[in-house]
């Protein structure tokens, strides 16, 4: 599987923005897919999860109720929308893909293909 993030751009704080993961390659419905984020200077922090079938997904705390995870397995495509951002949303956006189906996973070592991230820049 290969992964292509894109979407990202510099919004305003309070707009929405939506992310988009196209994975190419072998079929990626089995997999749990993830969104990671990093910021200048900080480690690579967990955003949020999906499962295989989409029915379940996990998100951060400091996420939870602005960000939402969905994928379309007939376009091997996966989504994040985000809402309200902030100005500490600011940071690359990574997709991933878990080798095994579990959105509680989130740590990076859990997952073992990578996008090329996506640069997502949110001013005040």
């Known amino acids: 599987v290969q992964l292509q993030a894109s979407g990202g751009g510099l919004v305003q704080a309070g707009a929405p923005l939506r992310l988009s993961c196209a994975a190419s390659?072998?079929?990626?419905?089995?997999?749990?897919m993830g969104w990671f984020r990093q910021a200048p200077g900080k480690e690579r922090e967990f955003v949020a999860a999906?499962?295989?079938?989409?029915?379940?997904?996990y998100y951060a705390d400091s996420v939870k109720g602005r960000f939402t995870i969905s994928r379309d397995n007939a376009r091997n495509t996966v989504y994040l929308q985000m809402n309200s951002l902030k100005p500490e949303d600011t940071a690359v956006y990574y997709c991933?893909?878990?080798?095994?189906?579990?959105?509680?996973?989130?740590?990076?070592?859990?997952?073992?293909?990578w996008g090329q991230g996506t640069q997502v820049t949110v001013s005040s």
């Open positions: 390659g072998r079929t990626f419905s089995s997999n749990t």
């Open positions: 999906i499962s295989w079938s989409g029915r379940i997904t």
């Open positions: 991933a893909a878990a080798p095994i189906d579990n959105p509680q996973v989130v740590v990076t070592t859990g997952y073992s293909v």
